[in-house]
């Protein structure tokens, strides 16, 4: 088992509307998660961090943590074509080493 | 803007070869790491210090690769020899905490 999933994707959604990502992680004691976005050919950009269960809101983004459910997710609400990107989820193992999933590749249809 | 700063941006060599990949960290960060991402592997750690001191190279393929940091504001990525399985991005990232920027990355092709 892989110590933190995404689903696969490619995620294609039209403009305006709501992207949807998920993760999910292997390691219960793990405290403190992130999302990252990964333009093409660029390096990963620290978009949101979430320490507790429940959600937080940064702009047009939405962490949602459930530690009993070992799932964090993302929401990007009214995307834009900019949104395009590879989005990974990075999980805290111990120590601030991060594992990261495979990441999953959104594409916003103008 | 404070920024990890990442050298070369990229390299080709032949195999064999020796590389050496420079990170200067974001001024007041104390813990840097050394990342390679593949399409096969994805986003891997394969080195980090704090205070310049070593943490945890279990990531690095100990026969050719080192990672070093000479001092505050430059740490460095050793491969030797190189060999084609080495393609890859190499990233830098430094943080203070549980928050990691990263460089732009060394695009290594080994041939």
């Known amino acids: 088992q892989k110590e933190v999933e995404q689903n696969s994707g490619p995620l294609s959604v039209p403009e305006g509307a709501i992207a949807s990502l998920n993760c999910t992680y292997s390691d219960r004691v793990s405290q403190s998660f992130f999302w990252y976005r990964q333009y093409s050919g660029k390096s990963p950009e620290l978009i949101m961090s979430?320490?507790?269960?429940g959600d937080k809101e940064d702009g047009r983004f939405t962490a949602q943590l459930n530690k009993a459910s070992q799932y964090v997710s993302l929401l990007i609400r009214d995307s834009q074509p900019s949104d395009s990107a590879t989005y990974l989820c990075a999980v805290n193992r111990g120590d601030y080493k991060l594992s990261f999933g495979a990441g999953t590749t959104v594409t916003v249809r103008a | 803007d404070a920024r990890v700063t990442q050298t070369p941006r990229h390299k080709v060599t032949e195999m064999g070869q020796e590389v050496t990949m420079r990170c200067q960290p974001i001024l007041g960060h104390n813990t840097v790491f050394w990342y390679r991402q593949t399409m096969m592997q994805g986003l891997e750690l394969l080195a980090y210090f704090r205070n310049r001191a070593p943490l945890d190279d279990s990531g690095m393929p100990k026969d050719r690769f080192s990672a070093e940091m000479p001092d505050a504001t430059l740490a460095t990525l050793k491969i030797q020899p190189s060999e084609p399985r080495d393609s890859a991005v190499y990233f830098c990232?430094?943080?203070?905490?549980?928050?990691?920027?990263f460089g732009a990355g060394t695009r290594l092709s080994v041939l």
């Open positions: 979430i320490y507790s269960n």
């Open positions: 990232a430094s943080g203070f905490g549980d928050i990691q920027y």
